[in-house]
């Protein structure tokens, strides 16, 4: 039986590769299961028995890159706490924020794919927020019942992840105005705007001024910190 397992993983790993090279050469759109399929040398039947679609192909490669990340895992493995959920929603609104400035085209396709993904059938996006429920939603919902239990935030009612997703919403949705050459809303200075958003999911996942500016405020001083001691290396 575990050869049959390791068999079957080391396959389900090839088709990875496979799909990793297509997706970089042709894109989300100009590659198909079937051109998956002749890079791995398999059947696309065989592929469809550890992938069902090419839409899960491409969730599963980018839930293997946050993972390959090791500072987003150690945010991950840090123990929960009102700090630990600051800087999960401060990282989130980075990520996002920097997509429309950075240089990496292929993180501006993928939030467009993400867009599209709510007007056609849902599954792409069904896929990623799966993926990201899973690496990151227990350590959220712990890190605000810590929060809730020091005093830091309010209690919440219904459930919790819903306010990770009401923040995932809202910073993707700010990300998405910032897409096009002339964005379709003027924010400002975007280090204003990283300030700004992120005081405004903090207080909407209930935490009070109080632990913001305490934690908010000591995460900028550090970036700081670090930017200056760059600037005279």
């Given amino acids: 039986m575990s050869s049959l397992r390791m068999t079957s993983d080391l396959r389900r ?26 890079a791995a040398a398999i059947s696309e039947a065989l592929l469809f028995k550890h992938f069902p679609s090419k839409a899960a192909l491409y969730a599963e490669i980018l839930s293997d890159e946050c993972e390959a990340d090791p500072a987003f895992m150690e945010l991950l493995e840090r123990e929960p706490s009102t700090a630990t959920l600051v800087e999960l929603i401060r990282g989130m609104v980075e990520h996002f924020l920097q997509i429309a400035d950075g240089p990496d085209q292929e993180e ?76 379709c809303l003027a924010y400002g200075k975007a280090t204003d705007l990283e300030r700004q958003l992120c005081e405004f999911l903090l207080r909407g996942i209930g935490l009070n001024d109080a632990a913001i500016a305490s934690h908010l405020g000591r995460n900028q001083a550090a970036d700081a910190n670090q930017a200056a001691i760059a600037e005279s290396a």
């Fill in 13 to 38: 790993q090839l088709i990875l590769g496979a799909a990793k090279r297509c997706f970089a050469r042709h894109g989300y759109t100009g590659t198909t299961t079937k051109s998956v399929a002749a």
């Fill in 108 to 183: 501006a396709q993928r939030l467009r794919l993400m867009a599209t993904s709510h007007l056609d059938d849902g599954e792409f996006a069904r896929l990623l927020y799966a993926k990201i429920e899973t690496l990151i939603g227990a350590v959220f919902v712990a890190s605000l019942e810590r929060a809730i239990a020091s005093g830091d935030a309010r209690p919440c009612a219904g459930d919790p992840l819903n306010l990770f997703w009401f923040a995932h919403h809202a910073v993707m949705t700010a990300a998405l105005t910032r897409l096009p050459a002339t964005p």
